[in-house]
C-alpha cells in the first residue's frame, strides 16, 4: 500500500457537491439530536464549536459518479449520495456503541461524549432522514428501495457480526457473506443509486451494483488488514484495535481457517483471556504475528486484489461514460490502496 496515494480529484469534488445538502438535511433535525450527529460528522466539537471534518464521503463520490456515469448530470445523483452517508453513518453510530469503541476518527466516539442513548437515538434519526431525503427526488421511489434493500442487509450483517464475537468455529464462506451484507450491501446501492436517480436501464445499473458490491468487499478486506496491522495516525484507533477486540475479521477466520499450527494458536488465543482492551502490546503483537504466520494476511491482499479487479472488469463494457468511468475506476484504487 502506497502511503502517498493522493486522493483523486473526484471524490473531493463530490464532497463539496453533497455536503452542503447533507449539513442542510442534518440541520433539520432537532437540536439535541443535530448536536450529537454534527459531532460524529466531526463538524462541530463538543461545545459545539467548529470541528476539523467528517470522513472521505466515498459513498457520497459513489452516488455522484453513477448518475455521470449513465450520462446525467452529478447533482442527479446528490440526494442518493445524501441518503446513502445518512445510512452509512447510523450504521457507525450504533457500531460504536454494540462494540464499545471509544476512538473514531483520532476522536472519542459519540456515545464516549453524549451517551449511549443519545448515540443511538441521533443514528435512528439519520436513519429516517434518509428515507426522507429521497421523497421529493425524481424516481425516488426506486432509490428508496435500493436504500431500503441495502440498510436490510446492513443489519443482517451486523447481526451476524455480533454472533460471531461468541463462536470460534466461524467458517470463511459466512465470514464473506457477513460482510458483503454489512459492507457491500450499502457500498452497492452508493454505485448505482445516482443512476437509479437518473432513470439508466438495468444493464447498467447492474453493472455499476457489481461494482460497487465488490468493491466493498475489497474495501471491507483493506479495513480488516489496517484493523491489524494498521498505526494509530491511520485508523484512529488502538494498535491492534480488532484484535484487543476479539473481532473475527476477514484475515483472523482465514487464518484460524488455514489449518496451520498458527492457525491453532491463534484460535487457542482467541478462546483466553489475554486477548482484551487492556492486553499486554506483546500478545497482541503474537496474535498480528499468528495471523500473518498462519496465511490470513496474504489470502486478505489477494482477495482484496481479486475483488477489485471484478469490480474494474463490471464497467469496463457497461456502455458507461468514459470520464464517469476513470473516476469510478481511480476512486476504487483509491480506497483499496489506503493506508491513511
Request: aromatic share 4%; hydrophobic share 45%.
Amino acid at each position: 500500500m502506497d502511503a502517498h496515494f493522493e486522493p483523486p480529484v473526484a471524490l473531493g469534488a463530490a464532497r463539496e457537491l453533497v455536503e452542503p445538502s447533507l449539513r442542510a438535511a442534518v440541520d433539520r433535525l432537532d437540536p439535541k439530536v443535530r448536536r450529537v450527529a454534527a459531532y460524529h460528522f466531526g463538524w462541530e466539537e463538543r461545545d459545539g464549536s467548529p470541528g476539523r471534518g467528517g470522513g472521505k464521503a466515498v459513498r457520497p463520490a459513489l452516488a455522484v459518479l453513477s448518475a455521470r456515469a449513465v450520462g446525467a448530470d452529478g447533482t442527479v445523483g446528490v440526494p442518493g449520495g445524501v441518503a446513502v452517508e445518512l445510512v452509512h453513518n447510523f450504521s457507525l453510530l450504533h457500531d460504536d456503541v454494540m462494540d464499545g469503541d471509544e476512538e473514531r476518527r483520532h476522536r472519542p466516539t459519540a456515545w464516549t461524549v453524549f451517551g449511549r442513548s443519545a448515540a443511538i437515538l441521533a443514528g435512528d434519526a439519520l436513519l429516517a432522514l434518509a428515507f426522507d431525503v429521497l421523497l421529493d427526488a425524481d424516481r425516488g421511489r426506486d432509490a428508496q428501495s435500493c436504500l431500503a434493500s441495502a440498510t436490510q442487509e446492513l443489519i443482517v450483517g451486523q447481526v451476524y457480526d455480533l454472533e460471531f464475537e461468541n463462536r470460534l468455529d466461524v467458517g470463511l464462506t459466512e465470514c464473506i457473506a457477513m460482510a458483503g451484507a454489512k459492507t457491500a450491501a450499502l457500498m452497492a446501492c452508493a454505485a448505482s443509486i445516482g443512476a437509479r436517480l437518473a432513470g439508466a436501464g438495468p444493464a447498467q445499473i447492474e453493472a455499476l451494483e457489481t461494482f460497487g458490491r465488490e468493491l466493498g468487499l475489497a474495501f471491507q478486506l483493506v479495513d480488516d488488514i489496517l484493523g491489524i496491522w494498521g498505526s494509530p495516525e491511520v485508523t484512529g484507533k488502538p494498535v491492534g484495535a480488532d484484535l484487543r477486540a476479539r473481532k473475527k475479521s476477514l484475515p483472523v477466520v482465514a487464518a484460524m481457517s488455514s489449518e496451520t499450527t498458527a492457525g491453532a494458536e491463534l484460535r487457542a488465543l482467541y478462546a483466553g483471556e489475554k486477548l482484551h482492551t487492556d492486553a499486554d502490546p506483546q500478545v497482541v503483537a503474537r496474535a498480528a504475528a499468528l495471523v500473518e504466520e498462519a496465511g490470513g494476511r496474504r489470502w486478505a491482499t489477494d482477495e482484496a486484489a481479486r475483488r477489485l479487479a471484478v469490480a474494474r472488469t463490471a464497467i469496463a463494457n457497461a456502455g458507461l461514460d468514459s470520464s464517469a468511468t476513470r473516476d469510478l475506476l481511480a476512486l476504487a484504487d483509491y480506497v483499496t490502496q489506503r493506508d491513511h
